[in-house]
């Protein structure tokens, strides 16, 4: 969700680690900042849904740091994220950055605008990374002329693009405690999480090739 880096998405980091991927969990609000409530976490989250330059200088600043890792191979390096995270992810794409691929769970699909109000400038190399979107066909954050829209997007920008919808699933789908946040409709899918992340394996493995754990 936005509330903060909790331990859904640190678990999360660790279920990458378990296939033998190097991850790192980002602070994207940073100082560690925690909220309580819905009211809180929109207020925060706002600051970064109407500043693209502040929420790809976040984000940016975290894959150079994941790629500083002498693990870490820096030409191979990909990035995910869930519901806000989702939408970071993409606007990471959206910047052109050298990364092999982005995935976005329930993420928000509109780009995020500039502080002034203005569009962001596409960048001058292109969409570089490939992309993957895991949606909620009924997720009423992502409705299908958003998705459509998108694609569009993503399509002028000569993307290299795969949009999976998944039917009877809404926002937050793949959290198990989506019922429980208080943030509107959220519900968590048990089908829609298992089958997102294998399109997520599978969309590794076309990257990178099989992960350690399958070789």
């Known amino acids: 969700m ?8 640190r678990s999360r980091a660790e279920q990458l ?17 925690v909220v309580t409530t819905p009211d809180e976490a929109g207020k925060l989250a ?19 740091t994941l790629r500083k890792n002498p693990n870490v191979d820096a030409k191979r390096v990909a ?3 869930y519901c806000f995270g989702g939408t970071t992810v993409l606007e990471l794409a959206r910047s052109g950055a ?13 780009a995020v605008p500039m502080a002034d109000g203005a569009a962001a400038a596409p960048p001058a190399t292109g969409i570089r990374a490939k992309v993957l979107v895991c949606t909620g066909a009924d997720d009423p954050m992502a409705k299908p002329e958003q998705v459509a829209a998108f694609q569009d997007e993503m399509r002028k920008a000569k ?4 949009v999976i919808s998944y039917n009877g699933a809404v926002h937050g789908f793949t959290n198990p405690d989506a019922d ?9 899918n048990a ?4 089958r997102s992340w294998e399109a997520m394996r599978q969309f590794f493995a076309e990257i990178f090739g099989p992960a350690k754990s399958e070789k």
Do not use: C, W
């Open 180 to 188: 429980k946040a208080g943030m509107g409709p959220l519900k968590y």
């Open 98 to 110: 050298d990364v092999s691929g982005v995935v976005s769970f329930h993420g928000g699909l509109g």
């Open 17 to 33: 680690a378990k296939l033998g991927y190097v991850a790192l969990a980002a602070d994207i609000y940073g100082d560690g900042k």
């Open 46 to 64: 706002t600051k970064f849904r109407s500043d693209a330059a502040l929420l790809r200088s976040r984000i940016t600043a975290a894959l150079e």
């Open 159 to 162: 993307a290299d693009l795969q």
């Open 191 to 194: 089908a829609a999480d298992k």
């Open 2 to 9: 936005r509330m903060r880096l909790n331990d859904y998405a």
């Open 79 to 81: 990035a995910i994220g």
